[in-house]
Each structure stands twice: as structure tokens, then as C-alpha cells.
């Protein structure tokens, strides 16, 4: 036995002629041992040789099997290539087709954008035209619904200054005389004193306001004897008039330039701008106000107690605001005296027809 070997039982069982064992003799034991180391050796290298050759025979098969599966996807690439090369041809033959599809319809096109600029052009032209006519049509309509406002407002207007009108009718001194004489019996007094007031202004037919006259008293220097009852008419009148003068102004929306404190016959008119020689009056007579904020002066319209010239001065201040009034309605004064012919020529336009139609 050689060294290093060791010796292993094992069950009989798994000795294949273990039931019908050979008997050895003793002498031929040794002989027979060393017969089957030798066997056993030359089994066990059979065995490794097997061994060895199984694995290489598995990985030749192993190695075989991956090089059909790679001649398997080339095949298949190959295909893959043919149809892609089929489906290159087709698209190439497509995309000179297609090509010539989109230079004949960039042919079109252009030509359609050329004729879509003109048609542009001519739509712009057409739109503005519109508009600037939309705009003359919405002025029109504009300029008719304002006419009618305006007419409107000076119907309204026209309505008020004939309700004043009403409330201070004026009429010719001749009709007032004549009326006076049909309702008074002293008709020669009467006719006198109105035959001597229409020679005072032969060139304007004199006016009443509720059956009073405006005298020329205010132009004279008052004396000790004049006449009390001719200076509370005319303060009257005048407190009449300043009335009147007062509602048209609010009724035309005019601010007056010489604005009015009614106070009915004691009225008074104001002068923002008055001239030197009334300041330099006032300061002469009040030398106080010099040092204190100085408030506009007024001016009487009535003589009672008053001076005449400072009357006179209010008078015609009145008679400016009657011009101011005038101008407005387009017309022109009649004169700086004639303070009732005035405001009748007023009243007469604003109740015209060409007043509502100008």
C-alpha cells in the first residue's frame, strides 16, 4: 500500500458482488490488493479525465449556442437593415415628391400673400375711411343731439324770462296813459303830464315797468323842494329792474359783472373795479379803511339820502350789466341811458323765435 492512502469502509450495500464474494488466498492477497489499487488508480484518472472532457464539451455547446444566437440576431439585423433600407428608398421617393408638392404650393402661397397684401392695403384704406366716417356720422349725431339741448335749455330759458316778463309787464307810456285814462277820471292831468314826459325823448318812445316811469332825476342835483313820491318811483323802478335783471342773469347763467344786493326800492350795486376818483372819494371821506382790508364799494340805487352822483354812477353800472346781458344773447345797447328800453330789448329777444333757432 503506497504511503499517505487511507483506508474507507463502506456498507455492503453499495459494493456491487458484494453478496457473492471472491475468496482470495493468503499467499495471493498481496498480488491481488495491489491489482486493485491499480485499477482504482487507473478509474479515478478515467474519471478526472471525464471530468475535464465534460467541461470542455459543455463550454464548446455553450459557446456554440451563444454563436448561433448572435448568427440568429444578425440575421435578423440583416432584415431589419433590408427593411430599413426599403423604407429609406421609399422615403427618399416621398420627400422628392414632397418637395416638389412645397415648391409648387410655396409658389402658391407667395403668389397668395402678394394678393392678401393688396387686399390688406385696400382694407385699411376701407377701414379708415370708415372710421373718419363713423367719426363725422357720431359728430353729426352729436352736433344734433347738442342742438337739441341748446334748444331745449333756451326753451326752458325763453319760459322763465316770459314769466318774468309777466311779473313786470312793460309797455309804451302812451298805452299806460291811455289805460290810466280809462280807469281814472282825471284824464286831463293825466294826458298832460304824459304828452310832457314823451317830449323829453323823442327819438325812443319813453317805457313804464308796472305802470312807472324812470325819471331823469338821478342826473339832476337834488334841492330842498324836489319832488319825495318821483324819488321813491324811480327808486322803485330801479329795484324793479335790478330784480328782473337779477333773474335773467341766474336764468342765462351769467355772472353779472356788477353784481346786485336787491333790497326792493333801497337796492344796491356793486363795482369790483371802481374809478379813482370814487376810491380816492371814499378814502378822503374815511381815511380808517386805508388800514383795513377794503370790501368792494356799493352804490344806491335810489336818491333818498344819497348822493346824486353816487345814484347816477349805480344807474349806470345797471345799464352795463343790462349791456353785458345783451351781448350775450347777441345783441347791442340802445344806450347808456336807456335802462328800460334795455331790459325790454332784451326780454323781446330771448322771447323771440330766432333766439331758440340761432
Not at 336764468?251 to 326792493?264: A, C, E, I, N, T
Not at 346824486?308 to 353785458?324: G, M, S, V
Amino acid at each position: 500500500m503506497a504511503a499517505g492512502t487511507e483506508w474507507e469502509l463502506s456498507p455492503l450495500e453499495g459494493i456491487e458482488g458484494a453478496e457473492t464474494p471472491k475468496i482470495v488466498e493468503w499467499e495471493d492477497l498481496q498480488e491481488e490488493l495491489a491489482r486493485l489499487w491499480s485499477l482504482s488508480a487507473a478509474l479515478k484518472k478515467a474519471e478526472e479525465r471525464k471530468e475535464s472532457l465534460a467541461q470542455k464539451l459543455e463550454s464548446i455547446i455553450e459557446a456554440r449556442r451563444e454563436s448561433l444566437r448572435l448568427t440568429n440576431e444578425l440575421k435578423e439585423m440583416r432584415q431589419k437593415l433590408e427593411v430599413q433600407k426599403v423604407a429609406i428608398a421609399n422615403l427618399s421617393i416621398h420627400t422628392v415628391k414632397t418637395s416638389e408638392d412645397v415648391k409648387n404650393r410655396r409658389a402658391q402661397l407667395c403668389f397668395a400673400i402678394r394678393m392678401l397684401l393688396v387686399s390688406g392695403k385696400t382694407l385699411s384704406a376701407a377701414h379708415q375711411q370708415l372710421q373718419e366716417a363713423n367719426k363725422l356720422l357720431s359728430g353729426k349725431r352729436v352736433h344734433w343731439h347738442l342742438r337739441n339741448l341748446q334748444k331745449m335749455l333756451r326753451t326752458r330759458q325763453q319760459y322763465m324770462v316770459s314769466q318774468v316778463a309777466t311779473l313786470y309787464p312793460m309797455k309804451g307810456l302812451e298805452q299806460t296813459c291811455k289805460e290810466k285814462q280809462g280807469s281814472d277820471n282825471k284824464s286831463r292831468d293825466s294826458t298832460a303830464s304824459c304828452s310832457l314826459n314823451v317830449s323829453k325823448a323823442p327819438q325812443l318812445s319813453p317805457l313804464t315797468i308796472l305802470g312807472l316811469q324812470l325819471t331823469a332825476l338821478p342826473l339832476k342835483r337834488m334841492g330842498f323842494f324836489s319832488d319825495k313820491k318821483e324819488i321813491q318811483r324811480s327808486a322803485t323802478v330801479l329795484g324793479y329792474v335790478a330784480h328782473a335783471v337779477l333773474l335773467i342773469a341766474s336764468y342765462l347763467d351769467v355772472p353779472l359783472r356788477y353784481p346786485l344786493r336787491l333790497g326792493g326800492s333801497c337796492s344796491y350795486i356793486h363795482d369790483y373795479a371802481p374809478s379813482i376818483e370814487s376810491l380816492s372819494s371814499d378814502l378822503s371821506a374815511n381815511p380808517i379803511i386805508t388800514g383795513m382790508s377794503m370790501k368792494p364799494p356799493e352804490f344806491p340805487l335810489f336818491l333818498e339820502g344819497q348822493d346824486t352822483t353816487r345814484a347816477a354812477y349805480a344807474i349806470f353800472l345797471l345799464n352795463k350789466d343790462l349791456e353785458q346781458l345783451l351781448n350775450d344773447v347777441g345783441a347791442e345797447s340802445l344806450g347808456p341811458r336807456h335802462v328800460l328800453a334795455n331790459l325790454k330789448e332784451l326780454m323781446r329777444i330771448i322771447q323771440s323765435q330766432q333766439y331758440i333757432d340761432i
